[in-house]
């Protein structure tokens, strides 16, 4: 599926048009997949395209038991790309759900113009779509890096949120972690980057835990996931239980 980050222009118009016919969109998409792909998706709601863009809490939980990912699985784009595929297969989802971006959510108002716009020879807005289209299916590595993966991918997204709500239900009894994650677009990107670069604040469970609770508590200040993982990367929580944990967060 990289190979898709190499089309030509004229490839780039044919694959946008696809997305708007299933069968059209998996015809296109079959020369990038492999043959013995084992992902398997196919869960009991249906999403609409506003749901797509921001999966319902509700839904975490069946995505999450349904994929049985662990964390490798689910830091792998080439997952996601099956299971997008599948959702698609399966009718959880239409392809054309795909085209949105954060400044345009409409997906058939977007292709339409991106297709228009191509054919006058203006290529900005049709360059964005194919990208943004590209990051929702698997995050679009080659230019977002491992980061596309954990940011930019719906159901990625739902599972990563409710993954680390579940590291966090290690530690600490805070229902409210999950309904945070939901809501806090910034913290959790933000946490995920550490995640993905350095690794600091995952590695340890227990400081992952204390900051989801307190952040769900608290709220955040800009840089406060920033300066937990500048700590962590000096010091080891690892004698301290979560309330000590806390205390140091809440003096930074």
Same mark, same amino acid.
């Given at each position: 599926?990289?190979?898709?980050?190499?089309?030509?222009?004229?490839?780039?118009?044919?694959?946008?048009?696809?997305?708007?016919?299933?069968?059209?969109?998996?015809?296109?998409?079959?020369?990038?997949?492999?043959?013995?792909?084992?992902?398997?998706?196919?869960?009991?709601?249906?999403?609409?395209?506003?749901?797509?863009?921001?999966?319902?809490?509700?839904?975490?939980?069946?995505?999450?038991?349904?994929?049985?990912?662990?964390?490798?699985?689910?830091?792998?784009?080439?997952?996601?790309?099956? &299971?997008?595929?599948?959702? &698609?297969?399966?009718?959880?989802?239409?392809?054309?759900?795909?085209?949105?971006?954060?400044?345009?959510?409409?997906?058939?108002?977007?292709?339409?113009?991106?297709?228009?716009?191509?054919?006058?020879?203006?290529?900005?807005?049709?360059?964005?779509?194919?990208?943004?289209?590209?990051?929702?299916?698997?995050?679009?590595?080659?230019?977002?890096?491992?980061?596309?993966?954990?940011?930019?991918?719906?159901?990625?997204?739902?599972?990563?949120?409710?993954?680390?709500?579940?590291?966090?239900?290690?530690?600490?009894?805070?229902?409210?972690?999950?309904?945070?994650?939901?809501?806090?677009?910034?913290?959790?990107?933000?946490?995920?980057?550490?995640?993905?670069?350095?690794?600091?604040?995952?590695?340890?469970?227990?400081?992952?835990?204390?900051?989801?609770?307190?952040?769900?508590?608290?709220?955040?200040?800009?840089?406060?996931?920033?300066?937990?993982?500048?700590?962590?990367?000096?010091?080891?929580?690892?004698?301290?239980?979560?309330?000590?944990?806390?205390?140091?967060?809440?003096?930074?």
């Amino acid at each position: 599926m990289l190979e898709l980050q190499k089309l030509k222009d004229e490839e780039k118009y044919l694959f946008l048009k696809s997305l708007l016919d299933k069968e059209e969109f998996l015809d296109f998409i079959e020369v990038f997949v492999e043959e013995d792909y084992k992902v398997k998706f196919n869960p009991s709601f249906k999403l609409s395209e506003f749901e797509f863009q921001y999966i319902p809490m509700d839904f975490y939980k069946e995505i999450y038991d349904h994929l049985k990912f662990n964390e490798l699985d689910a830091s792998n784009y080439k997952n996601w790309f099956y &299971v997008n595929l599948e959702a &698609v297969k399966n009718d959880i989802i239409k392809p054309y759900y795909f085209a949105f971006s954060k400044k345009n959510k409409e997906p058939l108002r977007n292709i339409a113009r991106a297709l228009r716009e191509y054919e006058k020879g203006e290529k900005k807005f049709f360059y964005e779509i194919f990208r943004a289209v590209l990051r929702r299916m698997f995050g679009m590595i080659k230019e977002r890096g491992r980061k596309g993966i954990f940011q930019d991918v719906p159901f990625s997204i739902a599972w990563w949120k409710y993954h680390l709500f579940l590291i966090s239900l290690e530690y600490v009894n805070n229902e409210k972690i999950l309904e945070f994650l939901y809501e806090k677009a910034t913290f959790y990107n933000q946490l995920v980057e550490k995640m993905g670069f350095t690794l600091t604040v995952l590695a340890d469970r227990k400081l992952l835990a204390a900051l989801l609770d307190y952040a769900a508590y608290n709220g955040v200040k800009k840089e406060l996931v920033k300066d937990v993982a500048m700590v962590s990367s000096i010091r080891s929580f690892g004698a301290l239980n979560v309330d000590e944990i806390q205390k140091i967060i809440k003096g930074l």
